[in-house]
């Protein structure tokens, strides 16, 4: 039985009769092949890592597991159409934390056609993508069982300040409700979801690690999906934080030379993470010490 | 006595009634302050660089040091003009090999004018700033006394494939002599050169980490220069390789985000040399086994 996926924060969306991506019970992701050269570019990109024995498992537990295609009815009525089979990344969660980050300054490859390179230029330019090398594209932060998620809309999200952004990525580890969303972040969570030796920044670690050596592919306009249980770090438990990267139609060949766009933009959003551990209530004693009561 | 100076590889040059660079006997550089902002935007760079008591001396020690401003007689005979008054950075040196290399995949800051933006744009599509993440602005390998130097075009430089500037860069740390710069490089100086704890790769390292957490400026257009002395590499001496920064026209404030168009492309510089490093006969033994001679 296909359905529309619970916790898709970003990307084209199935419902009300639109071509989207489909889960089953089984744990897979269908996600429709685009008909342009973004489908067969995706689906080239997902051939060639799957089956490339340089990719070793501390990398490849970062990308989703494929599965190959299949023609499954579209969501949209339109009848079969074929599908990218993918690993359901929110499989075994209950009540995820979402945010999709999209990486890079630049959303483009040097050999892209005229118009698209002037399409995402005018969009990385109009957005944070530029100045801070990554744009947010989509969130939804769980509150509690009565509040459920606070989900803004991902426009809002995507042209915002450093300062902004920083305060996003800490209500994103904070234990406020979605209904308190407007009160500062605590940050409650910062230590156990991007701290410790398997949290988030751990994993973007290795993801550098990996990026400042590879020369095989370069990745223009993926993201970096981060995610965990508040659930199970309001009892206590370990989050489950963790990163993936998704959408490859736009990925090319490395050609012997790092990924620098990405690279570069993976250090910004590191530094990010890096502060707000590093201090995570750097605004609230600012404010605090304007208001003499530090 | 002021005189042109001997080293320069890219940037305006005086001589023929032109304005550019001057240097000292007591080992001054004097920048002529372009006119337009770029002139005022460096002097502002070097005067809030040389107070800022953030900057350590194993960062500082990468950048020329500032001596303030002085009203010189302009080498294009146009009479006093003002001048940026530097460190010459090829005192001490006899026959220095240098190489300029223009950081980043993108040379412009996200507030330039339209106009520069589109200039600067096409520059970056048109060489191997946009694919490699930088590019070869101007070198000279020195060979021996006889040969003197192999100093190619500049405009030569700057759009080579990955596979090309590798081979330059191989080629600056070889014993060839410039009149045999056709022959394969020997690379017979990488490990004194770019190898070695005091070595340039080493000190690109240092550059890097400090790129990975500084968030106080954004070096757009600049330049890394990496110099060395191929006759004391030749005696069995320390050749004396260094890098430094220059050119900070396009330098910008980094309001809490991290330059990562600079650190990706250098990340990427360091790619190239670490590869040399690792295995400098790389091209060498592809052709030997093409040939059967292994």
């Given at each position: 039985?296909?359905?529309?996926?619970?916790?898709?924060?970003?990307?084209?969306?199935?419902?009300?009769?639109?071509?989207?991506?489909?889960?089953?019970?089984?744990?897979?992701?269908?996600?429709?092949?685009?008909?342009?050269?973004?489908?067969?570019?995706?689906?080239?990109?997902?051939?060639?890592?799957?089956?490339?024995?340089?990719?070793?498992?501390?990398?490849?537990?970062?990308?989703?597991?494929?599965?190959?295609?299949?023609?499954?009815?579209?969501?949209?009525?339109?009848?079969?159409?074929?599908?990218?089979?993918?690993?359901?990344?929110?499989?075994?969660?209950?009540?995820?934390?979402?945010?999709?980050?999209?990486?890079?300054?630049?959303?483009?490859?040097?050999?892209?056609?005229?118009?698209?390179?002037?399409?995402?230029?005018?969009?990385?330019?109009?957005?944070?993508?530029?100045?801070?090398?990554?744009?947010?594209?989509?969130?939804?932060?769980?509150?509690?069982?009565?509040?459920?998620?606070?989900?803004?809309?991902?426009?809002?999200?995507?042209?915002?300040?450093a300062e902004e952004v920083k305060l996003i990525l800490k209500k994103?580890?904070s234990?406020?409700?979605?209904?308190?969303?407007?009160l500062q972040p605590d940050c409650?969570?910062?230590?156990?979801?991007?701290?410790?030796?398997?949290?988030?920044?751990?994993?973007?670690?290795?993801?550098?690690?990996?990026?400042?050596?590879?020369?095989?592919?370069?990745?223009?306009?993926?993201?970096?999906?981060?995610?965990?249980?508040?659930?199970?770090?309001?009892?206590?438990?370990?989050?489950?934080?963790?990163?993936?990267?998704?959408?490859?139609?736009?990925?090319?060949?490395?050609?012997?030379?790092?990924?620098?766009?990405?690279?570069?933009?993976?250090?910004?959003?590191?530094?990010?993470?890096?502060e707000i551990?590093?201090d995570p209530n750097e605004h609230k004693s600012l404010v605090s010490s304007v208001?003499?009561?530090?």
């Amino acid at each position: 039985m296909l359905k529309i996926p619970p916790h898709q924060v970003a990307g084209h969306q199935a419902g009300n009769g639109k071509l989207g991506p489909l889960v089953d019970e089984s744990g897979r992701f269908y996600k429709p092949l685009q008909g342009d050269e973004r489908g067969s570019n995706e689906l080239k990109f997902y051939t060639s890592f799957s089956s490339n024995s340089r990719i070793l498992e501390h990398i490849s537990k970062f990308f989703p597991t494929f599965y190959g295609t299949q023609l499954i009815e579209a969501s949209d009525g339109s009848g079969l159409k074929p599908h990218l089979v993918l690993e359901d990344l929110s499989v075994g969660r209950v009540n995820p934390s979402i945010v999709d980050i999209k990486i890079g300054s630049r959303t483009w490859a040097p050999e892209a056609s005229e118009e698209y390179i002037q399409k995402c230029l005018k969009k990385d330019r109009e957005t944070s993508s530029l100045p801070l090398g990554f744009r947010l594209s989509g969130i939804q932060i769980y509150g509690n069982r009565e509040s459920g998620y606070w989900k803004p809309e991902r426009t809002s999200m995507q042209n915002l300040p450093a300062e902004e952004v920083k305060l996003i990525l800490k209500k994103f580890v904070s234990s406020n409700t979605s209904t308190d969303m407007d009160l500062q972040p605590d940050c409650a969570f910062a230590a156990t979801v991007y701290g410790g030796s398997t949290g988030i920044l751990s994993q973007l670690l290795e993801m550098k690690a990996w990026f400042e050596d590879q020369t095989m592919y370069h990745f223009y306009s993926c993201s970096i999906l981060i995610m965990f249980e508040k659930g199970l770090a309001l009892e206590g438990q370990n989050p489950g934080g963790q990163i993936k990267l998704i959408d490859f139609a736009h990925v090319i060949e490395g050609r012997g030379v790092i990924d620098h766009n990405f690279l570069g933009s993976l250090c910004s959003l590191i530094k990010f993470i890096s502060e707000i551990l590093t201090d995570p209530n750097e605004h609230k004693s600012l404010v605090s010490s304007v208001n003499g009561v530090n």
